[in-house]
């Protein structure tokens, strides 16, 4: 592989935009010193004001946050990467809030894992391992995600403050994409 493009040159924000006029309200940029960092997923909380976002690291040189929340009206905070070490290998594949608006997930296919932050307060929670996993969606079920991965895993995981528990589990002859959709 070659050189990452841009790193060190990325200019990610985030734009609130007023729906009526097409106006700039705020913009919300990364610190300077996460140049290295794209935006590259967002999820829109069920109370309206609050966005989860994950990122890619084009510069894998020391770990940086790979995700963060923002507040409309407010500012951009980062969260904890999980304490496994190098655990989502400098890329977010998927963002999603659950139901209650209390977790946000995150998966890292090159990880193999998914992450999981409590939103009120950004703590880290742990993760899940899963090989290739990208696609994931919340359940209409309060702290319950779906995830997918590229060697046909469908899971259903329960989210709680000690982290994420496996429920249902299935293994198809499908390779799963990166998206994934409650329908």
């Not at 407010?74 to 998927?94: C, Q």
């Not at 998966?107 to 009120?120: F, N, V, Y």
């Not at 307060?121 to 993760?127: T, V």
């Not at 209409?140 to 982290?163: H, M, P």
Request: proline share 5%; glycine share 14%; charged share 20%.
């Amino acid at each position: 592989k070659g050189p990452a493009m841009n790193a060190g040159k990325i200019e990610s924000f985030i734009a609130e935009i007023d729906p009526h006029s097409g106006a700039m309200l705020e913009r919300h940029a990364l610190p300077a010193d996460l140049k290295s960092l794209s935006l590259r997923h967002m999820a829109l909380a069920p109370d309206g004001e609050t966005v989860a976002f994950g990122m890619q690291d084009q510069d894998r040189s020391q770990p940086r946050p790979l995700m963060g929340v923002l507040l409309i009206g407010g500012g951009l905070e980062l969260l904890p990467l999980p304490e496994e070490d190098g655990a989502l290998r400098s890329y977010i594949g998927s963002v999603v809030i659950d139901a209650s608006g209390r977790y946000v997930a995150a998966t890292s296919p090159k990880g193999g894992m998914i992450g999981l932050w409590r939103l009120a307060d950004g703590r880290s929670l742990g993760g899940f391992k899963l090989a290739d996993v990208c696609g994931l969606a919340a359940d209409a079920e309060s702290g319950a995600f779906w995830a997918t991965s590229g060697f046909g895993d469908v899971v259903r995981l329960q989210a709680g403050d000690k982290g994420l528990a496996p429920g249902a589990h299935w293994r198809t002859d499908a390779a799963f994409d990166n998206h994934l959709l409650r329908i």
